[in-house]
């Protein structure tokens, strides 16, 4: 029975900019109309001077941003991920990523999050637009709990990031024990050695539930949890490469530019393992219920299963 | 003419001889027309009405500007030269592999940028970011904006224009360089912005107007500026694009063009 989170991960996100906010006197949020839509509410009920709503006009946003962090401020900037890796892409690229500037990029309704609303509110394509962007990182958390810390060290980090969040509770997977550092992997299940699920976002929950069903066709599979898509964390790559032989990624993301893209550009590169990217088929999705658009789109646990399990034949092949 | 109005028109000569330097021999076509345009402006806010410590080029509460017409830059590094902000010599990388001078203004490499800058329409919105963060902190630090009238035909100039007055940025000030023209030719047959003074009345700005050459009307329409109204404030500039260069006065020609050696020495001798 899967359990959902208390809070979605924007909510959960909220919280803990307020935590940031409490700590730091020179934060700063910006939104689009999007305060409340994206979490916004706690801080802006406490230091209402300090969240910024410019209306609905995105690139002034994030440009905005831009500027007050130029003057020492670190700036959360928040509308919908459609919006803030698409509309504002040149923005994020040459006013924040160029300069190196402190502002923290944050997408809601991510992926297939946007649920209900259609294509035009959904994002499949926004970690592959943003992680072509030299300096800026990309970060996906799985869950509630895992955002709460990711937000909270990623106000310790200076530099510019990309942070994609979901819209609704998605099933927990994380515990208040979580820990994060921009960068590196964090390996869920290390005794797997057929082969390696690495995965972030709402895909690291549909890749629990898949290692029970490879297990019961007699395989085991080293579970990666890949927060940050940039930068990748080579060396985690390349080690369970080794140890499993071959290598499934899972993602809310169109199957080009995104966590697969990155993990086949390291292993194709340095270890040249069977590797195969679960991910949505270069498509557009459409108004659904988000769990049956994961369903639709390749990214259910059958898909992942069917995968590794091609995956794992593929290397025998290759033996 | 007092004495310190002749002394600023002197540096302001200058600034114009050190323009046709970088754009003359710099490692590719820069845009003389543009920077000369606007260097009286330039000279007028660094001379006279910024709050600025040259050495100390990251003082928190120094007053900023935004060159948003980022392809003007000349203009900003000759001032930043003569300032003492960098070596003088550094005004020959311009535009060169391995130079500081960037093609558009890039604020890491170049002390005394506070923006980067030169994709045009963006500089009103890191402005105002900028202006609304310093008021929070209390700094007295005022923020100037350079706009093109060209690259005010891009949206996102409104959408901070709009946006600015309802957050309070009264330490806001966009100076238009009003010369008529832009790249593809006269702003008035491609996309005219008149009736320019109304247009920012109705986005409830103070609007002051000024000749963009006369200095000593730029430096006190600015002082009403600095009065901090509750309102942001746009001196529009009514300026020449290629000003102080005969051939290059109204010439649209020299928006990015290198001058010949004999259109450099016609130049050198016009800017005594």
């Known amino acids: 029975m899967t359990i959902l989170d208390k809070l979605s991960t924007r909510d959960a996100f909220g919280e803990a900019l307020l935590r940031v906010a409490d700590a730091r006197q020179n934060v700063l949020a910006f939104a689009a109309d999007t305060a409340k839509s994206m979490g916004l509410g706690p801080m802006a009920a406490k230091y209402p001077d300090r969240v910024i709503d410019v209306g609905i006009a995105e690139t002034n946003m994030m440009t905005a941003a831009a500027g007050a962090a130029s003057v020492g401020n670190l700036v959360f900037a928040a509308t919908y991920s459609v919006f803030s890796s698409m509309r504002t892409a040149e923005e994020v690229r040459t006013f924040i990523a160029y300069p190196n500037l402190n502002v923290k990029v944050v997408g809601g309704m991510g992926g297939l999050a946007g649920t209900y609303e259609g294509v035009t509110h959904q994002a499949t394509e926004d970690i592959g637009m943003m992680r072509c962007i030299p300096n800026l990182a990309v970060v996906v ?31 927990k997977v ?69 140890l499993t032989g071959c290598v499934v990624t899972a993602e809310e993301h169109n199957v080009i530019g995104g966590l697969g893209a990155a993990v086949a550009e390291v292993i194709a590169t340095l270890c040249p393992v069977p590797m195969k990217i679960v991910g949505i088929n270069d498509t557009f999705g459409e ?23 091609e995956v794992i034949k593929s290397k025998k092949c290759t033996k | 003419m007092t004495g310190e109005d002749q002394a600023l028109k002197a540096v302001a000569q200058n600034v114009r001889r050190n323009i046709i330097e970088m754009t003359s021999k710099g490692g590719g076509p820069g845009h003389p027309g543009p920077a000369l ?12 009405v910024m709050r600025i410590k040259p050495e100390e080029p990251n003082w928190a509460d120094r007053d900023r500007l935004i060159l948003s017409k980022g392809h003007a830059c000349p203009v900003i590094y000759a001032v930043l030269a003569e300032k003492g902000y960098f070596p003088k010599d550094w005004i020959y990388s311009f535009r060169k592999l391995g130079g500081k001078l960037q093609g558009h203004p890039d604020m890491n490499k170049i002390p005394g940028v506070d923006m980067t800058s030169g994709s045009l329409g963006h500089g009103l919105s890191a402005g105002l970011g900028m202006a609304i963060a310093l008021k929070l902190r209390k700094s007295p630090a005022k923020v100037y904006v350079i706009i093109g009238d060209g690259e005010s035909q891009e949206g996102m100039i409104w959408e901070a224009a709009m946006s600015a007055p309802k957050l309070g940025a009264d330490n806001l000030i966009a100076i238009i360089d009003y010369n008529h023209f832009q790249s593809g030719g006269v702003t008035d047959n491609i996309l005219s912005l008149e009736p320019i003074v109304d247009k920012w009345k109705a986005f409830n700005w103070n609007v002051v107007e000024a000749n963009g050459h006369n200095i000593e009307e730029i430096v006190n329409k600015l002082e009403i500026a600095k009065m901090n109204t509750g309102r942001p404030t746009v001196l529009i500039a009514h300026s020449t694009k290629g000003k102080g260069v005969s051939y290059m006065e109204n010439n649209n020609a020299w928006h990015q063009k290198v001058p010949s050696a004999e259109e450099y020495s016609i130049a050198c001798k016009e800017l005594v």
Do not use: W
């Open chain 1, 174 to 242: 994380f515990d208040d024990n979580y820990k994060f550092v921009l960068g590196k992997a964090n390996v869920i299940k290390d005794s797997g050695s057929d082969a390696t699920i690495i995965c972030n976002g709402v895909m690291v929950g549909r890749a629990l539930q898949a290692e029970k069903l490879i297990a019961e066709k007699g395989y085991s599979v080293r579970i990666v949890e890949m927060a940050t898509v940039k930068p990748i964390d080579k060396e985690e790559i390349v080690k369970s490469a080794m």
């Open chain 2, 37 to 48: 345009s606007c260097a009286d402006i330039v000279t007028a806010l660094y001379y006279k």
């Open chain 1, 141 to 171: 958390p799985a869950d509630a709990s895992s955002t709460e810390v990711i937000t909270e060290k990623l106000a310790e980090f200076p530099g510019p990031v990309y942070l994609r969040l979901g819209r609704y509770a998605v099933p």
């Open chain 1, 287 to 309: 108004s659904g219920h988000h769990e049956e658009l994961l369903d639709k789109y390749g990214l259910s646990v059958g898909d992942i299963v069917e995968n590794v399990l």
